[in-house]
């Protein structure tokens, strides 16, 4: 809401986490967290919904060399 009242757009982009890849990454980190709080942030994460608020929402994926970038989808 303050963002609108100062005549800011409000877009938001979610990327994509697998807990798998997540974890794996984790363990090639020289300073890795533990598992069991990768695992509880997660299980804790919430999709965003366009309902919240957002101008525009999009999906990041990830793709080869990169990411794809899609329209957000309530039913993601």
Do not use: M
């Amino acid at each position: 809401a303050p963002a609108k009242a100062g005549g800011f757009r409000a877009i938001g982009y979610y990327f994509q986490s697998q807990l798998d890849a997540c974890l794996t990454r984790n363990q090639a980190r020289g300073a890795a967290v533990p598992a069991a709080a990768i695992k509880g942030t997660h299980r804790r994460l919430e999709l965003p919904a366009t309902g919240e608020g957002f101008d525009e929402l999009f999906y990041v994926r990830p793709s080869e060399g990169g990411f794809a970038v899609e329209d957000w989808s309530d039913e993601v």
